[in-house]
């Protein structure tokens, strides 16, 4: 049975009323006189107006700093590079607009990422798609610096609420790293007066047995908290417990890797 033309018709112009009416108040939002909403393409990276020191804020921010902070490895520095350009004005109390703006990103990107862990830089650019009547565009660059580490090296990597000590092969002999009793000292210094309490976790690599293991990792434990009670902190402020060797954060078929994973984990619980 053919369908009569007139019916074909009909049903196009509803169709069309419906879409317009559709688009007009769900999608532009201008039924009533209201200014049409345009639809966010950001991806959440920071971007500049010309001749701005801070950034355009964005509702993304934060989804796309969670992904960019989980590409950094444990120990690794970020770099931030502002970028400016000639022409650009410079009010800020900074040398350069670049620099003015990389510092900018670097408050931003903290506190999960430590500010002894973020350098900073600015670097004059030729002239590019950004000028003074143009959209907000990306001018900083990014990039990890990774942490390089040898066998017989400790370290400390600081993040939000915690701080990380990284341990040589085998060893709990934390007492013998002058550095990591300079940070301790002055971690005491800090809480000795307060009502934090503190957990202390140790983690090994995967080389050996299950049950030695975790009594290296406990070990490593219980030389940072020992050194935490010998110098003013009470005893029951302070859990210590090992995970052995059952949550690497690393590969532990590199060497590298399994210097990450040897490590104690000190949180202040606040």
Not at 6 to 26: D, E, K, P, R, S
Not at 250 to 262: F, I, L, P, V
């Amino acid at each position: 049975m053919r369908i009569p033309l007139w019916i074909l018709a009909l049903v196009f112009a509803g169709y069309t009323v419906w879409a317009v009416n559709y688009w007009h108040c769900y999608k532009c939002h201008c039924c009533n006189g209201e200014t049409p909403v345009a639809e966010s393409k950001t991806t959440g990276e920071p971007l500049f107006k010309w001749g701005a020191d801070q950034p355009v804020p964005d509702a993304k921010f934060a989804e796309w700093k969670k992904a960019f902070l989980a590409k950094g490895g444990q120990g690794d520095t970020l770099l931030i590079t502002g970028l400016y350009r000639a022409k650009e004005t410079n009010t800020s109390k900074f040398a350069n607009l670049g620099l003015a703006r990389a510092n900018a990103l670097r408050a931003m990107m903290m506190p999960e990422m430590p500010e002894s862990r973020i350098h900073v830089a600015g670097k004059l650019i030729e002239p590019d798609s950004l000028t003074e009547n143009s959209d907000p565009r990306p001018s900083a660059d990014w990039s990890w610096r990774k942490m390089v580490l040898r066998k017989e090296e400790g370290a400390i990597i600081e993040s939000d609420n915690a701080v990380t000590f990284l341990f040589p092969f085998n060893s709990t002999e934390k007492d013998k790293d002058p550095a990591v009793d300079a940070y301790l000292t002055k971690l005491v210094e800090k809480h000795k007066n307060t009502q934090f309490t503190f957990s202390v976790i140790g983690h090994t690599d995967n080389v050996g047995e299950d049950q030695e293991n975790k009594a290296l990792g406990l070990g490593r434990a219980k030389a940072i908290a020992k050194f935490l009670i010998d110098n003013g902190i009470a005893a029951n402020r302070i859990q210590t417990d090992s995970k052995g060797e059952t949550e690497p954060i690393a590969d532990n078929n590199t060497e590298d890797g399994r210097h990450q994973n040897r490590r104690v984990v000190l949180t202040v619980n606040r």
